[in-house]
């Protein structure tokens, strides 16, 4: 049987690793054996923070809205109750953007809310 030289695909693996592990401190970003090791847990640690982004940013736009709220003399928890009473859905993100950006436009919903 032939012998099968393989340096050529073992350096591309080994360069698209190190691609991964660029600007990784220690033997992390140069070592394979260390570096096959970052990347898997870097993965790891992406995945579950993808998660966690949405649920830090849900937690903004709560407090966005309670803040907003509060200048009219209701409480979040009320607010969104009410929401809910007369048939306005819109969800925490958006309400979020207009208490920030459209101001007069989140004043007259919390009018119709009151009403």
Known sequence: MPRVKRAKIHLKKR???YAKTKG??????????Q????????????YVD??????????LWQIRIGAM???YGLSYSKFMGALKKNNI???????SGLA??????????IEKVKA
Not at 89 to 95: E, P, S, V
Request: net charge positive.
């Open 24 to 33: 990784y401190k220690w033997r992390r970003k140069n070592t394979v054996k």
């Open 89 to 95: 859905i819109l969800d925490r993100k958006i309400l």
């Open 15 to 17: 360069r698209k690793l």
């Open 100 to 109: 920030v950006n459209d101001k007069k436009v989140f004043e007259k919903i």
């Open 50 to 59: 993808r998660r966690k982004k949405k649920r830090t940013a849900r937690g």
């Open 35 to 46: 570096a096959k090791e970052a990347v898997v847990k870097a993965g790891v640690h992406s």
């Open 69 to 71: 709220v509060k200048n």
